[in-house]
């Protein structure tokens, strides 16, 4: 576990991430996946949250939570795996095990996020767009939690540097240490950027090519503040919160 | 439902199966998702047939199987929708119900494609894995089962050419009449422009794109035999197993 080989990982999520945006805005808003059902019919509350906590348990049996860079958003009585066992390197402290996030996760994606990169409309298929918003929650939610690995990175480079702080408890100097203004734009710009590549009309006609540029499945500028607004400042948040128990 | 509305789904659906397919290559090939449990644990079979049976049954509730476009691979059995109801317009031949290739998709899938395109290696991601093969199971069942609507398209474009062949079951009359050599090459070229394009590394470095664009996460080639060796021909099958009982 090296700084080289988190940052690869970042990276390469953004590309995930992207991606599941793309497929989430293939569909229509489609609000009926969202409103609470009544009466209760087989499930209580919305198709959303039967359909994601129905899913995670399914996925939990198959062992997915068993690798550390995994929250659930439902992770209260999650039953246990049946998958092959496999053992995770213990890279973290154990503390990163009570950082969940995801509530904030869950309704900034549902109350901010969405109604910006969908258009209004109902197209019936209520479960492959549950089964696409799952795709971005979960891509979303590893990419901030992973702040548990950038941090275990970071404070293992240089620990002098970040133990008065932890020991004073202090988040303010802790989220200063954390913040690089210089390497936040360039991620803004990179997710940007590859946002206007994977959203593009790829076509064989090359002349039209400036034309098809115009079309994109979704703003990439939409994305750079996705970054800005909430996953860099979420991740930095879970950064702070494993540090200050780092060394319990 | 026209011939227009039809490709563009068509087009919109390689983004799709391209993106399912470079999400499942971060994963090695995980082959314990594959093997038989022996003894039973809480499942019997391999864990990516728990996984996908169970996942569908629970999109079956959630209504994905209302859309006339989605097929399960593990059909019978599927509880009925609880979702919030929807009527999709009913544009096929009733015939096209009987019609599931998914089969023959699972063999190809998992014995062809999957060796050619991930590295051996196991990381223990067996759920994620899993998720991520029955992204790709269900994008590329879509588009090859969208054959339905292609042929119902052209059928009731000009169904004087398709009636002869139709009363006569002759299959083969069929396959030529729905067979374009220069369209299907178009098809190839485009699918392995957008698997460069979407594999591509995305770097803010415009000096060296030129190294990075030896770099792709999924060979291009591959995509475009995807296609050429699998989903055309199925989708041309799907076509004509419609036609032949379009006049019933």
Known sequence: MSLDAVRESLIRQEDTIVFSLIERAK???????????????????????????????????????????????????????????????????????SINVNNKIWDIYFKQLLPLFTVPGDDGNYASTASSDLNCLQAISRRIHYGNFVAEVKFRDAPHEYEPAIRAQDR??????????????????????KAMIFG???SLDTTNSTESKGKCKIDPLLVSRLYDEWIMPLTKFVQVEYLLRRLD
């Open 172 to 193: 303010d100097a802790l989220m200063k240490l954390l913040t690089f203004e210089a390497v936040e734009e360039m991620v803004k710009k990179r997710v940007e950027k």
């Open 200 to 202: 593009q009309e790829v």
């Open 27 to 97: 569909f229509p808003m489609n609000s009926p996946t969202y409103q609470q059902s009544k009466p209760c019919v087989g499930f209580c509350g919305s198709l959303i949250r039967f359909f994601v906590s129905e899913t995670e348990s399914l996925q939990a049996k198959a062992g997915r939570y068993q690798n550390p860079e995994e929250h659930a958003f439902f992770p209260d009585h999650l039953p246990p795996s049946l998958a092959p066992p496999h053992t995770f390197p213990p890279v973290l402290h154990p503390a990163a095990a």
